[in-house]
């Protein structure tokens, strides 16, 4: 089987087609020798899946719309649990208020931060 190699430089229309340039699936991390950084527009037409340990993630956009009945929250936490959980509602100059679960009363609260 012959084996083609992009090389620097070598693609130079805007739009690489996975049908007719890259083979399906041809495309993996470990062939990267760092972040893949995109500086436009990205759109995705099947599912994404994310995998790594990030200790957060941030979503700007101007309205969020959730399909989803339920939102969990602490997903993952495994015995006795110590935490407050809940919504912080960020109000900028303001101070910020919250809706949670008071781990320390065992109730859930309307409180500022």
Same mark, same amino acid.
Do not use: C, H
């Given at each position: 089987?012959?084996?083609?190699?992009?090389?620097?430089?070598?693609?130079?229309? /805007?739009?690489?087609?996975?049908?007719?340039?890259?083979?399906?699936?041809?495309?993996?991390?470990?062939?990267?020798?760092?972040?893949?950084?995109?500086?436009?527009?990205?759109?995705?037409?099947?599912?994404?899946?994310?995998?790594?340990?990030?200790?957060?993630?941030?979503?700007?956009?101007?309205?969020?719309?959730?399909? =989803?009945?339920?939102?969990?929250?602490?997903?993952?936490?495994?015995?006795?649990?110590?935490?407050?959980?809940?919504?912080?509602?960020?109000?900028?100059? =303001?101070?910020?208020?919250?809706?949670?679960?008071?781990?320390?009363? /065992?109730?859930?609260?309307?409180? /500022?931060?």
């Amino acid at each position: 089987m012959a084996v083609t190699r992009i090389k620097n430089n070598q693609i130079s229309d /805007s739009t690489i087609f996975a049908n007719n340039k890259v083979a399906a699936g041809s495309i993996v991390g470990s062939l990267f020798a760092s972040n893949l950084t995109m500086t436009s527009d990205v759109l995705i037409t099947g599912n994404l899946q994310v995998q790594g340990a990030t200790s957060y993630s941030t979503l700007a956009s101007t309205n969020t719309y959730v399909n =989803d009945p339920l939102i969990v929250l602490n997903n993952g936490a495994t015995g006795a649990n110590s935490k407050d959980i809940g919504l912080v509602f960020e109000l900028g100059d =303001d101070t910020n208020q919250m809706m949670i679960w008071d781990e320390s009363a /065992s109730e859930f609260a309307l409180a /500022s931060t």
